[in-house]
């Protein structure tokens, strides 16, 4: 699900297994992964930023999210989108 880009069904899925499954940490990271993603689509690049973070303290090893970190650039163009310059 994550691979053909469908974000929300992969955080319910995820969710659902965590349910089952609390103590797994890959797929805790992976929900935070989805999440990330869900937020960047909607333009929430700080927010999503935490996520993929929160995922790499899950799994360290999370493919998935460290190609996902947002740059500082886009970070910076937050700023200057809030701040209007």
Do not use: M
């Amino acid at each position: 699900l994550l691979q053909s880009k469908d974000y929300d069904a992969a955080r319910r899925l995820f969710a659902r297994i965590l349910e089952r499954e609390p103590r797994n940490r890959n797929v805790r990271a992976l929900y935070h992964v989805a999440y990330g993603q869900t937020l960047l689509a909607r333009e929430l690049a700080v927010e999503a930023q935490t996520q993929f973070e929160v995922a790499l303290k899950h799994d360290p090893e999370c493919w998935y999210a460290k190609p996902q970190k947002v740059t500082r650039a886009r970070r910076v163009s937050l700023f200057k989108r809030i701040l209007g310059r």
